[in-house]
């Protein structure tokens, strides 16, 4: 058996921890053969309910988990962490307008990229769920010096996938058959799925839809996804999410076939401004990631790609006092 690792999840009482942190610890995230020291952090009023969670946990007596900390403390719960998933966060709350919410999380953000920076693993990833995850992300790492600003990404992954079922449904093929799915800029109403990539069966996925379903009905379905779960549900996504979460770091980790699309700091690529959090498609391998290039795109998707790049740079300005 290999050595523990270590692995912090923020918003450990919340809804989407429910699902998460019970798959991780089956050991869906890092293989059936990598132990897991679990170190769950939430504020001080959801302890109580953070430590029955933690009960559930002990009670499914998974082979694979070493030790399970539970605290309000960002330091103790980032201590020496190899994997960082920031998922909890401020909601919105009632009158709250959108520059509130971002500086509302920018606080909490702020204060845990300085907490990873002091205390987690030098090779730590951090995966930032919480929204608005791709600013949140950015706050964290300006926060942490000490660490690459590479080794903080924000969560796209939810709407690739989102992405893959819908073109895979419409073409009557299965999400296996779908290469090159690419979701690019903000985790947002903006965001840009873009299929003008997309193989389906080996054709081109362009020449199996309508143009019109693709601008009219696709894209639209998959950027308002979430709201659309809520309407059905009463409650955000949050199964699909630790889902989604899983195979952002697993990938990251230990590799993948194919393009995945994460939301990491832009190196200038494709014309988007250097140093946001922007959703690329990446190949992972040996416990890293590239962006992809080479990709040739029409007016039709530059204009999309910008449109959600100024929203980002623009969430960049509402907290650009708290980038450290
Ligand atoms: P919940 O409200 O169920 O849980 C959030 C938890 O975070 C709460 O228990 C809360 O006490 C805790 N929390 C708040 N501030 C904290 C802090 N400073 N330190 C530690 N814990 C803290 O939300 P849930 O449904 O689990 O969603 C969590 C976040 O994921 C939300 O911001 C949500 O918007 C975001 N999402 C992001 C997605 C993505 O694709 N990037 C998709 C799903 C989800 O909507």
Known sequence: ?????????????????????????????????????????????????????????????????????????????????????????????????????????????????????????????????????????????????????????????????????????KTGKHVTDVDSMIVWGNHSATQYPDISQCQVDGKPALDLVERDWYENDFIPTVQQRGAAIIKARGASSAASAASAAIDHMRDWALGCDGIVSMSIPSDGSYGIEEGIIYSYPVRCKGGSYEIVQGFELDAFSKERMQATEKELREERTAVEHLLG
């Open 1 to 169: 058996m290999k050595d523990p690792v270590r692995i912090a999840i923020t918003g450990g009482a919340g809804q989407i921890s429910y699902s998460l942190i019970f798959r991780i610890a089956a050991g869906d995230m890092l293989g059936p053969d990598q132990p897991v020291i679990l170190q769950l952090l939430e504020i001080p009023q959801a302890m109580e309910a953070m430590n029955g969670v933690v009960m559930e946990v002990n009670d499914c007596a998974y082979p694979l988990v070493r030790d399970i900390v539970a605290t309000d403390d960002a330091n103790v719960a980032f201590k020496d962490a190899d994997y960082a998933l920031l998922v909890g966060s401020r909601p919105r709350g009632p009158g709250m307008e959108r520059k509130d919410l971002l500086e509302a999380n920018a606080a909490i953000f702020s204060v845990q990229g300085k907490a990873l920076n002091d205390s987690a693993s030098n090779d730590v990833r951090v995966l930032v769920v919480g929204n608005p995850a791709n600013t949140n992300a950015l706050i964290a790492s300006c926060n942490a010096p000490d660490l690459d600003a590479g080794q903080f990404t924000a969560m796209t992954r939810l709407d690739h996938n989102r992405a893959l079922t819908q073109l895979a449904q």
